[in-house]
Each structure stands twice: as C-alpha cells, then as structure tokens.
C-alpha cells in the first residue's frame, strides 16, 4: 500500500511540475502514460522525472539558484521568499505550495545552459564541504587532494567548482553572492537580490527595517530541517575550518583550488585563501 501511494504522490508531482513548467496535462498524461508503460513491461525501471534540488527542477523559464549544500541557501530562499510571497524548491520555509518563484539546484552546472537568469551562492569552501560532508569523512582519506576528487557522496564536491566554472561561462544574466557578505551585508545583498529579481520595493523596505529579525526567524525556521552550528552569527564564519581542520589542511585546501584552477582561484576564490607560510 505504501509503494502504490508513493507511486501515485509521484505521478501527481509529475502533473503539477509539468503545468509549472508550461506543458499540458494532455502531453503530461501521454508522457507519463508511455513512461508506466514501459516499467510495466520492465523496460524502464528508473523513477519519474519529478525533479530535485540536486540538479532542479526544470522550471526553466525561472531564474535558476545554484549553491553547494550548507552555503547559506536558507537565508537567500527567505529574502526571496518575502519579498515575492511565493514559494521556493525544497523544504518549506516562510511559503508553502509549487508556486515557485525560482528553480534551485546543487549540480546546477548540469542543466545552467537552460536557463536565462542565474543566481550562483559562494560560501568558503573549507566551511561548506566541511559541514556537508563531516570532519570526519574528510579526515578519513590520505590527502585532501584524494578528498575533493572522490565521488563517494552523492554530492561529490566536485560540484563546488563545477558550479563555479560554469557560473563562469554562461552567458545569460547572472548574479553572484557570497554566504559571507549575505550575514555581514545584508541590506546591500538584499536589494541586489530585489533588483536582479525584479521583485518588490515596498516589501523590501519592510525588509530592510527589521533585517535582524528577519535573520532570526530564518534561521529558526532552517533549524526546523537541520542542524545549525553557526546559526547565522558572523562570528563564526569560519567555525568548522578552523575546529576541525589543521592549518596544514586548509593550506591544502587552498592550494588545491590556487593550482587546479588558477583563474577561477583569483576571480572567485582568493577571498578564503589561509595567510600564506612566510
């Protein structure tokens, strides 16, 4: 009973996704149709095509947010979230339903092409893929090289620079923001949200009035999902790095992006880099 339920909370998904996404439900019901079909038959046994935050949910003719996980996403989606009062994917925050205003993804570099406006959030990387991933899990291999080029996560973090690239190249309009500068700059970061996203100067002046109440009911409101360490204080931005990494660690950290990706390193990146050794 259980798996007939799901199955049909799966097709149903499917159907709302699908108007979302400007389709009929007369092309949905075919496409879905001939999908069962084939797993009735065995020819198909993958999972239907909802979409998720890991590579979106091809709501492409919204503007797409990219951020690797645990890179301040949560207050990004509130901001949004409150000054258009419609919903964003993922757990539910300050808006319920699909309405959604934006499409997100964590692999965004796979499907960005499809898009015309981008939002890409940068966090340091020795805190997001630290927190992500567990100190622990980090120590467990031979060199933090051996680290970043493992795909033994579903989120391999990988995909923090692959995002980055492809933020780099794409062509269409996009907007950059850095988890650090949405704690300790908010107001700036919040109208730069507002004016790329087209979205509403009267409510962001309600926003912007009570910004460090808005920061405390988002971070309760992430902490009804998750853990939070930090719990938006600026004090400590670089909390996990510094707790659970050696400086050795997180010059390796450094060096691997500085050498790897030199450009990419100096455009995007050196903000993090460790004081280097005299």
């Known amino acids: 009973m259980v798996n007939i339920i799901d199955r049909y909370r799966e097709v149903e998904k499917y159907f709302v996704l699908n108007k979302i996404r400007g389709k009929s439900y007369v092309i949905s019901f075919f496409c879905v149709s001939g999908f069962l079909l084939n797993r009735l038959l065995g020819v198909n046994s993958n999972v239907l095509n909802t979409g998720s935050v890991l590579e979106g949910f091809q709501l492409y003719t919204r503007p797409l947010l990219i951020s690797y996980s645990r890179s301040g996403t949560n207050w990004v989606r509130y901001i949004i979230e409150y000054l258009s009062q419609q919903p964003t994917p993922g757990y539910v925050r300050s808006k319920s339903g699909v309405n959604f205003v934006i499409d997100r993804a964590h692999a965004g570099y796979k499907n960005i092409h499809n898009y015309n406006k981008v939002m890409l959030v940068i966090r340091n990387y020795k805190e997001c893929l630290v927190r992500h991933d567990s100190i622990e899990f980090v120590n467990s291999f031979a060199t933090i090289s051996d680290y970043l080029e493992s795909d033994r996560r579903l989120q391999q973090p990988r995909w923090y620079i692959e995002n980055i690239k492809a933020f780099d190249d794409f062509e269409g ?68 790095s510094k707790h659970g990494l050696s400086e050795e660690a ?24 460790e004081e280097l050794p005299v």
């Open 173 to 240: 309009k996009k907007m950059l923001l850095y988890y650090e500068d949405l704690l300790t700059d908010s107001v700036t970061c919040a109208k730069k949200i507002a004016n790329f996203l087209g979205l509403d100067n009267e409510r962001l002046a309600g926003l912007i009035d009570n910004i460090d109440e808005h920061k405390k009911r988002s971070v309760e409101l992430y902490k009804n999902d998750h853990d939070s360490v930090t719990c938006g204080d600026v004090n400590k931005l670089d909390y996990h």
């Open 250 to 273: 997180r010059q390796a950290f450094d060096q691997y992006y500085r050498e790897n990706y030199p450009r990419l390193f100096t455009k995007y990146l050196a903000r993090y880099q």
